[in-house]
């Protein structure tokens, strides 16, 4: 049996809604062997981060020399970064291991406003790590603190996109989650032509992880081999069915439901 793999190096969500466990939970569910680098251990639960605990420079290049030494991921994908250093790190073992199909999620904050990333970090996401990006998914905030620029309007959501491929991101996707109408689109923009993907806002407390499920399914679908719209177009699928189909799990900000894509393909309520 041949299969698909996929790195993440991302922070660990003890909660498992978000990062690694995400990632993972994803992956798997869409038939991808997952594999794993951890940046950080993040103390936290649905109603937030209790603290933050990074590995060692050399714990995680350990763990990038591991994966890369024997295993051939199809696709990779970052997540909570860090700090300058880890940028800095990921960035030279991309190159040293010739990878292909990065997806870089540029996280910075948690749901709750604790920091994920040093203010500091990401002028380095810009210069190191975007320009070997296939596609690079920000939230709004995110990509206005990459680009400088505010993010109101559908045409700042595209100048947007138009600076991170600038900046050497084949593709740019900027999620349209934080704003706030009764729909949410998603602009993905590939250096010539918009793309919008358009969803009905559902509305829930629910959403803790979607921008780590969304941007793991982006990269599961590519290292199956999918071009980077079919990618987006079936992990927009995955991400709405797992708000919608809610668990209902935690006090605060639930994780989303990372059965309920292939239940429903398997026409499973
Ligand atoms: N309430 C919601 N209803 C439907 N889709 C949502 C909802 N919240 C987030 N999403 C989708 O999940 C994805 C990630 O959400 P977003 O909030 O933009 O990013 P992040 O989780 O990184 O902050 C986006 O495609 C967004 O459109
Ligand atoms: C380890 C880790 N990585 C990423 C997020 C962002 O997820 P969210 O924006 O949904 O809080 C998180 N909370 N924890």
């Not at 299969?3 to 660990?12: E, F, H, K, M």
């Not at 380095?124 to 109101?152: C, D, F, W, Y």
Request: net charge negative.
């Amino acid at each position: 049996m041949r299969i698909a793999q996929a790195l993440t190096i991302a922070g660990s969500d003890n909660g498992g809604g978000a990062g690694i466990q995400a990632d993972l939970k994803t992956f798997q569910e869409l038939d991808v062997y997952g594999m794993t680098v951890i940046t950080a251990i993040a103390a936290q639960n649905t109603t937030g981060v209790q603290g933050v605990f990074p590995i060692s420079y050399e714990g995680i290049a350990q763990q990038l020399d591991s994966t890369g030494d024997d295993f051939k991921p199809n696709a990779v994908k970052t997540g909570m970064l860090y700090s300058t250093e880890i940028i800095q790190l990921v960035a030279e073992k991309w190159r040293h291991y010739e990878w292909s199909n990065l997806v870089i999620d540029p996280v910075m904050v948690a749901k709750g406003g604790a920091p994920l990333l040093q203010q500091q970090a990401i002028q380095t996401l810009i210069t190191e790590l975007i320009p070997h990006a296939q596609i690079t998914t920000p939230n709004i905030p995110e990509a206005e603190l990459l680009t400088g620029m505010s993010i109101r309007s559908l045409s700042e959501r595209e100048e947007a996109a138009r600076r991170l491929v600038q900046m050497g991101s084949t593709y740019a996707l900027i999620k349209g989650g934080h704003d706030t109408g009764g729909m949410i689109v998603d602009v993905l923009y590939d250096g010539q032509s918009f793309h919008y993907l358009e969803n009905i806002r559902i509305v829930t407390p629910h959403t803790h992880g979607t921008g780590c499920t969304y941007s793991a399914a982006i990269t599961a679908e590519l290292a199956k081999g999918s071009s980077v719209l079919a990618a987006v177009t079936t992990a927009r699928a995955f991400i709405q069915a797992a708000i919608e189909d809610e668990l209902g799990i935690g006090a605060g900000h639930g994780p989303t439901n990372h059965f309920a894509y292939q239940r429903r393909q398997r026409g499973e309520k």
